[in-house]
């Protein structure tokens, strides 16, 4: 079972279109995470839910938007797509220590 | 400044030689140190989590933290060619809401 999943894999999209990216935990880890890694492998975070509740919103264009309908599920949608948005999200969870990550969702804006 | 410098590479070592990679970090308040594995088109996987200064062990992996000097360092022996990957440290302050502060990564060619 995949502790971490997140769907799709792969998105290739056109600017101005509106997406969204799910993530999924079976690890009954209470914080979620989102974490974009640039075109130079460089994590960095955007968001992150404890129990449903928004605890860090870095600063990311208000064009994303997280929601976590429950503690195992934090989704991602990203309105107004731009080219600039082109990288790899990964979703990730933890109880605090050492995270496990999704495998990532390629997005491509063209 | 980035809070977290990590020399990208790329190191290219022979099977069975020693690695060592290496981060130096600026915040003061970093409290825990991780290393992290990433294959290509995969996520970052943990390989080593640790809270103070010091050395910790695990199989092939050492993991050193030197927070005077604000470095930490892994170390791999007998490097093999499934170890080729990006190398990832991050750390964290423990009232951050967990968030962690990667480094570029260092990637790793291990050749048989």
């Known amino acids: 079972d995949t502790a971490v999943s997140q769907t799709p894999k792969y998105l290739v999209t056109q600017m101005g279109n509106d997406k969204s990216i799910k993530c999924e935990q079976n690890l009954g880890h209470d914080t979620m995470y989102w974490y974009k890694q640039d075109s130079k492998k460089f994590l960095k975070i955007m968001f992150s839910y404890n129990n449903k509740e928004l605890i860090i919103n870095e600063t990311v264009p208000n064009r994303f938007s997280p929601k976590s309908p429950d503690k195992a599920h934090l989704n991602l949608h990203i309105n107004s797509l731009e080219l600039g948005d082109s990288a790899v999200y990964f979703c990730a969870s933890s109880t605090g220590r050492g995270y496990t990550f999704g495998s990532g969702t390629r997005l491509t804006v063209v | ?112």
């Open chain 2, 1 to 112: 400044q980035k809070e977290v410098e990590q020399d990208p590479g790329p190191l290219s070592v022979p099977e069975g030689a020693i690695v060592s990679l290496n981060c130096t970090y600026s915040n003061s308040a970093f409290q825990y140190f991780m290393w992290y594995r990433q294959y290509s088109r995969k996520g970052p996987e943990l390989l080593m989590y640790t809270y103070s200064s010091g050395n910790k062990e695990d199989g092939r992996f050492t993991a050193q933290v030197d927070k005077s000097s604000k470095y930490i360092s892994l170390f791999i022996r007998d490097s093999q060619p499934s170890d080729s990957a990006t190398y990832l440290c991050a750390m964290m302050v423990s009232n951050s809401g967990y968030a962690l502060n990667f480094g570029k990564g260092t990637s790793l060619l291990v050749t048989p």
